[in-house]
């Protein structure tokens, strides 16, 4: 078993209750393909209630494989922290560093990580507990006992590594699932019924040929079905995960690569990677410019390397606007 220091892997929380309950695990795995914080990254997840706990780490930091067979196993070092005692803020001394987690209902809602001390005055702590809706105050980190077995039980994800030629087309198929299946559940859940009430029909028609009204009744209904469920798909298809991936490729700064992509509604979150000369001003003025984000603001939250620009900003709408997104003056944005 080899357990990760805080600093050697990412965290993220995946509410998953606006999903069915037998959806949810294809969904995170999704969300797992989705992910690559590293150039290679592998992962692992927990349920947490209505929600999971995703965590990605880079593989080549860990020690050779032993040669002999037997389990091996990676493990979060917060995966062998016992559960909070009570509700609210708790500040535990991580391994490497200071770690806050947010517990309600008996279970963690939020956690961040800090690779030192935590100043009680710096922004992104007031900003974290603002967020949270906590009191502005810091309480002495924890020392805890750590737990002899996992508190967790992983759950399967499959092969989430990514090779680093291949991780950008990866990360766009990603993207893509991600999105529809955030966006058209109910959607793709009414068309298997649609398909499934139309195979019967047909089945019925060429197996127990019943009288022809009966049969014709049976196949309208079915077809009639279908036809809402494809006006329907049509309508929440005007999300259109593929233009929005190019409308960020087109205003991205030549040389940046985009990292993170979450897309709850019509809030968008974004980690790009920046180039060097990058302008991050100029970024921020170019994806306003086109009309179809707004309220584009930096974020400060926790996670990648200090080059990363995190981004959030709301959609106006469904579908791109008509007119093709200004370009900055500077000809920073990708032709």
């Known amino acids: 078993m080899i ?13 998953l209750e606006g999903i069915e309950r037998t959806e949810r695990l294809a969904a995170l795995q999704l969300q797992a393909k989705a992910w690559q914080p590293f150039d290679i990254s592998e992962h692992a997840a927990h349920w947490e209630g209505d929600a999971a706990w995703l965590y990605a780490w880079d593989p080549r930091c860990l020690p050779a494989r032993p040669a002999q067979p037997g389990p091996w196993q990676v493990l979060p070092e ?19 560093g200071v770690e806050a987690e947010h517990w309600q209902k008996g ?98 028609v060429q197996a127990t040929a019943p009288t022809q009204q009966r049969m ?59 180039s060097s000369d990058a302008s991050r001003a100029a970024f921020l003025q170019a994806l306003q410019a086109g009309g179809w984000l707004t309220r584009v603001t930096e974020s400060r939250a926790d ?8 981004v959030e900003a709301q959609l106006t709408g469904w579908r791109q606007p008509a007119r093709p997104p200004a370009v900055p003056a500077s000809g920073a944005a990708r032709p």
């Open 3 to 15: 357990v990760l220091s805080r600093a050697l892997y990412r965290v993220r929380r995946m509410p």
């Open 78 to 96: 917060c995966w062998l922290r016992p559960a909070a005692e009570s509700e609210g803020l708790r500040v535990v001394q991580t391994l490497d």
């Open 107 to 204: 279970q963690c809602t939020a956690r961040r990580w800090w690779p030192g001390v935590i100043n009680a005055e710096a922004e992104d702590w007031t900003q974290w507990l603002a967020a949270q809706g906590l009191a502005p105050v810091l309480p002495e980190p924890r020392t805890l006992q750590a737990l002899t077995r996992p508190r967790h039980v992983a759950l399967p994800l499959g092969a989430a590594k990514r090779a680093p030629e291949a991780a950008g087309a990866a990360r766009a198929a990603g993207w893509v699932a991600v999105l529809l299946c955030g966006l058209s559940g109910a959607v793709g859940m009414s068309a298997i019924q649609a398909h499934a009430a139309l195979r019967s029909a047909e089945t019925e």
């Open 216 to 274: 014709q009744q049976r196949s309208a209904e079915a077809r009639a079905l279908a036809g809402q469920v494809q006006a329907t798909a049509r309508h929440f298809d005007a999300v259109a995960p593929l233009p929005l991936l190019a409308h960020l490729d087109q205003v991205m700064p030549r040389g940046s690569q985009l990292r993170e992509l979450d897309l709850q509604g019509q809030r968008l979150r974004l980690a790009v990677e920046l």
């Open 303 to 310: 996670g990648g390397p200090r080059h990363w620009m995190r």
